[in-house]
C-alpha cells in the first residue's frame, strides 16, 4: 500500500510504498529538510 508520511519538521508529505507496516519505528530522513525523524503513527496517512 502507499503511505503518506508527514515531516514533522516542515510539514511536507512523501508518498511511501510498504508491504506492511514495517516502517513504524523506523527513522526516515526528510527529502524536503533533511532532518531524520521517527515514524510514529501520527506521521503515517494512508492513501485512498
Ligand atoms: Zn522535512
Known sequence: MM???KCPACK??????SQDSSIRGKAKRCVYCG???QVRPAVI???T
Open 3 to 5: 503511505l503518506l508520511l
Open 12 to 17: 511536507n508529505t512523501m508518498k511511501y510504498r
Open 35 to 37: 532532518r531524520s525523524y
Open 45 to 47: 496517512s494512508t492513501t
